[in-house]
């Protein structure tokens, strides 16, 4: 069974930072791009952002210029920087191996996702 490994969630007070750290197999890293997703309670989940083999990004409206994803391909390793953090980013954060778009990185869809992190807590406080 696939696992990717995701660390760095927690609780912060509004206008703080979190960083979280997702790393995956080898194989799966170098085969597949990587986003971030989340999700709140009774709501469906939603793509964050996404990384492409080349280092090009993608970024849904709602945490773009405040959200960074970055990589370490020495560490097969994924990054989502979070600044300036709100209440309404409180959600459970999950990473994901995606089948990469030919056309360059795009908002991460679930139909997209080979594999999924166990996800990890954020919450913000006002």
């Known amino acids: 069974q696939v696992q990717l490994v995701e660390s760095g969630g927690g609780s912060v007070q509004a206008g703080g930072s979190l960083r979280l750290s997702c790393t995956a197999p080898?194989?799966?890293?170098?085969?597949?791009?990587m986003g971030w997703f989340r999700q709140t309670p009774g709501a469906e989940r939603e793509g964050v952002t996404t990384i492409n083999k080349g280092g090009h990004t993608y970024y849904s409206d709602f945490v773009k210029g405040r959200f960074s994803i970055s990589k370490d391909d020495a560490k097969n390793t994924v990054y989502l920087e979070m600044n300036t953090l709100r209440p309404e980013d409180t959600a459970e954060y999950y990473c994901?191996?995606?089948?990469?778009?030919?056309?360059?990185?795009?908002?991460?869809?679930?139909?997209?996702?080979?594999?999924w992190g166990q996800g990890t807590q954020v919450t913000v406080s006002s």
């Open positions: 994901a191996a995606l089948y990469c778009d030919t056309r360059g990185p795009t908002l991460p869809t679930i139909p997209s996702v080979a594999y």
């Open positions: 080898g194989y799966v890293y170098k085969s597949f791009c």
